[in-house]
């Protein structure tokens, strides 16, 4: 028998486990309406960073060149090493320049529908998480995800010899000194994750999660042939989850059924799955903060619970107040037990903040 989560007074203290790739940012740009720099696959780096006029006076040509099949190359080869640091230097640069526009975004609601015992690990270099994940300080602070780099982040800095990681640019907390860039891991075929301590420790959290998870969302992340490595870590953990058999898992991706079907089955039993091509109609956003324990009360007690979907708002004011009475009951859960009542937030119920 599978090993059922624990779900008491409507309560499902399972993770929700989330994903992002590259697609997260690429969605949640076209859904702020793209002001601000275009945000690159990574097969785009080539000509949003200018790469091209770069590589081929380093004598290579650049017709149908494949980025990440070069990148892996170069890397692989040692073939020219100040290539390699020039191609680094300007992803950094030009992801490091990227910024949240005020509004809400699909970032800031990503942060507020998980709660403490929920990840979002993604594969991104850009800064918006960690932007999503401190302006929304002022509602979650005791009741936010964990978050992972699992390629290293523009916003993240680390002191290797505390062991400790930050916001970049911050000092260590420890030894007061300026805590260092953290690394960008490409998606390359011989990547050692464990080549890096923090890197390593992210995916580390990653797998811990996997391993007892009641849900998992990919969002926009395509699982490149050249990243066969993040592609079994991830499936180890999982596949050794005890509650398997009851987990569900949603793809959020605009590619077609037949294709993510075919890139993920090893991730799914049976038809335990679903796919969305809008993050705003998933199973996330429609239960936010309450994605297990709705999905156990539909699943495993017969009882489902309506659907609570983000309303759209201007301010990211508005969406946290909207927030915050569930927030609300997570804290009266945990000093006083009082159970999860599964209803939706009603039309005008919100807490000033
Ligand atoms: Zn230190």
């Known amino acids: 028998m599978p090993k059922l989560p624990p779900m008491n007074n409507n309560v499902n203290h399972a993770p929700h486990v989330v ?30 960073l200018s790469l091209r006029v770069v590589i081929k006076d380093a004598g290579y040509s650049t017709t149908n060149l494949n980025f990440e099949a070069f990148y892996d190359e170069l890397c ?9 640091a020039i191609i680094e230097s300007r992803v950094y640069e030009f992801f490091s320049s990227l910024a949240l526009p005020n509004e809400p975004t699909i970032y800031d609601h990503l942060i507020l529908s998980l709660r403490k015992k929920d990840i979002i690990a993604t594969f991104n270099w850009d800064p918006f998480l960690v932007e999503a ?3 929304n300080e002022v509602v979650t602070e005791k009741h936010r995800p964990r978050i992972a ?6 916003k993240i800095g680390t002191c290797y010899s505390c ?36 890197i390593m420790g992210e995916w580390d959290t990653l797998r811990r999660y996997l391993n007892h998870a009641y849900f998992l969302t990919i969002f926009g992340y395509s699982a490149p042939v050249t990243d066969v490595e993040a592609r079994s870590l991830m499936l180890g953990d999982w596949s050794t ?34 796919i969305s091509e809008n993050i705003y109609q998933s199973y996330l956003f429609t239960h936010p903060r ?3 324990d709705a999905f156990a009360a539909a699943t495993l007690m017969c009882a489902p619970w309506d659907d609570n979907p983000f309303p759209k708002f201007k301010t990211l004011r508005e969406l946290q107040e909207w927030v915050a009475p569930l927030i609300a009951e997570e804290e009266q859960y945990d000093t ?14 919100k807490i000033e903040l």
């Open 76 to 84: 692989s080869s040692g073939a020219n090493e100040n290539l390699k």
């Open 241 to 274: 989850n005890p509650a398997l058999e009851l987990a569900e898992v949603e793809i959020i991706d605009i590619r077609s059924r037949n294709d993510l079907e075919n890139t993920w089955q090893d991730f799914f039993i049976r038809q335990h799955y679903m």
């Open 133 to 135: 994940y401190t302006r």
């Open 19 to 48: 994903l992002l790739g590259a697609g997260a940012s690429i969605a949640a740009y076209l859904d702020w309406g793209k002001k601000g720099a275009r945000l690159p696959s990574m097969q785009d780096l080539l000509d949003v």
């Open 149 to 154: 780099f699992l390629h290293g982040n523009v």
């Open 163 to 198: 062991n400790v990681a930050g916001v970049n640019g911050r000092r260590c907390p420890r030894c007061k000194e300026v805590l260092a860039p953290s690394k960008l891991l490409y998606p390359v075929k011989h990547k050692n994750y464990n080549s890096d301590p923090y």
């Open 290 to 292: 309450r994605s297990c």
């Open 336 to 349: 006083k037990r009082v159970a999860f009542s599964g209803d939706p937030i009603a039309p005008n119920e």
